[in-house]
């Protein structure tokens, strides 16, 4: 494919010899990075969406090798908080000129694991209609707007922050020390954003810019930071980690992680 033959190229041009390389769709993924753990790479370079790129990070995480996670999807949170607004080719391309290791904290619930932020309740619904009007499919992007509006007033999330705060939320987003505005790389928290209904929809975003808006300033915001936050809610808990839509269930428990994964970024 041409995104393979490219990145060769370019791995080639960096002097690195015989790289292994796996290409395919995202079903083929899990079988991927199986194959790639059992070679014990010092190096594990990700091309590929949201979804991939956090799965690739989990395993990275696990195995303990460098990853080089590139932009190849729409929201590409992570690689634009690593490397900015830039293509593949120009991150890959600094990143191994003048290399420098890079250990991100993030977060982790359930089974899965989030390196930039996640956003918890109805607004990160909203995610599926922005991505419905990328498609230009508008009638499916007004059906899953509509929804997810509806359901911002269906149940609200009940939560338990570490220190003793608690209360009931629309919507909480848990923020990384990789973007947060608020804190240093080596602050040992979450920064937790307790959102209500109008501020709810500017948290969104988050998912695309990797910045933050005037919802900061609302006096109806609670911030803080945690090491833990626990949620619950009547009803099932849609969640966006890293720009991947999951559920949450009706309760979860969000952990703080010192060390969840090595990567590369360009020396500055």
């Avoid at 508008?138 to 269906?154: H, L, P, S, V």
């Avoid at 910045?211 to 009803?235: H, M």
Wanted: hydrophobic share 45%; proline share 4%.
């Amino acid at each position: 494919m041409e995104s393979e033959e490219k990145m060769l190229r370019i791995l080639e041009g960096a002097g690195i010899v015989q790289p292994r390389a796996w290409c395919g769709e995202s079903t083929e993924m899990e079988r991927f990075f199986s194959e790639a753990a059992e070679h014990k790479p010092d190096v594990f370079i990700v091309l590929g969406g949201d979804g991939t790129i956090k799965r690739a990070a989990e395993v990275s995480a696990e195995t303990a090798p460098f990853l080089i996670p590139l932009p190849g999807g729409t929201m590409n949170m992570l690689p634009r908080a690593l490397y900015g607004d830039v293509s593949w080719e120009d991150a890959l391309k600094n990143t191994l000129t003048a290399p420098s290791a890079k250990v991100l904290s993030g977060g982790r619930t359930i089974d899965k694991h989030f390196f930039v932020a996640a956003i918890l309740g109805a607004p990160a619904l909203w995610a599926e209609s922005r991505e419905s009007v990328r498609e230009g499919d508008i009638a499916d992007a007004f059906e899953k707007g509509r929804a997810a509006f509806q359901k911002m007033f269906e149940a609200k999330i009940q939560y338990f922050i570490s220190g003793g705060t608690k209360g009931e939320a629309e919507a909480i987003a848990l923020i990384c020390p990789l973007i947060s505005e608020e804190m240093s790389n080596s602050e040992q928290s979450l920064e937790t954003a307790v959102i209500d209904v109008e501020s709810a929809a500017e948290v969104i975003g988050l998912a695309t810019t990797v910045a933050f808006g005037k919802w900061r300033d609302d006096r109806n915001v609670i911030l803080t930071k945690a090491n833990r936050v626990r949620v619950q809610s009547r009803k099932d808990i849609p969640a966006m980690l890293d720009g991947e839509n999951v559920s949450l269930g009706t309760n979860a428990v969000i952990d703080f992680v010192s060390r969840a994964v090595k990567v590369l970024v360009p020396a500055k």
